[in-house]
């Protein structure tokens, strides 16, 4: 029992540190000059990733995260969206200003104005930075599209519903 006790410490401090404490949703829009130093990709991939979102869900992405204590691991900013509907989040590690993915969003302008909870918003592609630590690796599709579902859920508190596969797709 203590060894499967030591183990749950384990892997509670082990995600501690990659995801650090529960945040909060930012009510006002986090932008790039929050953070003190952000550095681009220096070895990016990409992949396209399918995930719809509801408008409910778009005010918390598009306002991102902002870190308040050194316990708050995640910087998150988005870019958009323009007038042609195209936005971009940003994930950032708060105290290295490291970019470690990218996401970007297609938000449907309805005829009659503005979204509307009968529209739906998607995740269009992840790009994600495949140098890192040794801890960290593989840094391949999978790891970053589990990286970014849990910043979402954790940080943001955004529960991007069936995204693992990327292969959501809507019915008709």
Same mark, same amino acid.
């Given at each position: 029992m203590a060894a499967n006790s030591t183990d749950q410490q384990h892997s509670g401090l082990a995600y501690w540190s990659a995801y650090g404490q529960s945040g909060m949703p930012s009510k006002a829009r986090v932008v790039p000059t929050d953070l003190a130093k952000v550095q681009s990709f220096t070895q990016p991939a990409s992949s396209p990733w399918r995930v719809p979102l509801q408008s409910s869900q778009l005010v918390s992405l598009l306002n991102g995260f902002a870190s308040r204590a050194m316990e708050d691991r995640w910087f998150v900013y988005a870019?958009?969206?323009?007038?042609?509907?195209?936005a971009a989040l940003h994930f950032f590690r708060s105290w290295t200003? &490291?970019? +470690?993915?990218?996401?970007?969003?297609? $938000?449907?302008?309805?005829?009659?104005?503005?979204?509307?909870? %009968?529209?739906?918003a998607w995740i269009t592609g992840i790009t994600w930075?495949?140098?890192?630590?040794?801890s960290?690796?593989?840094?391949?599709?999978?790891?970053?599209?589990?990286?970014? &579902?849990? +910043?979402?859920?954790?940080?943001?508190? $955004?529960?991007?519903?069936?995204?693992?596969?990327?292969?959501? %797709?809507?019915?008709?």
């Open positions: 870019d958009g969206p323009s007038a042609d509907g195209h200003g &490291i970019k +470690v993915a990218e996401v970007t969003i297609s $938000v449907p302008a309805p005829p009659s104005g503005p979204t509307t909870l %009968e529209s739906t930075e495949t140098s890192g630590s040794t960290e690796l593989p840094r391949d599709n999978q790891w970053a599209k589990e990286t970014v &579902i849990e +910043v979402c859920r954790w940080v943001l508190d $955004v529960h991007l519903e069936n995204a693992a596969s990327g292969n959501v %797709e809507t019915s008709e």
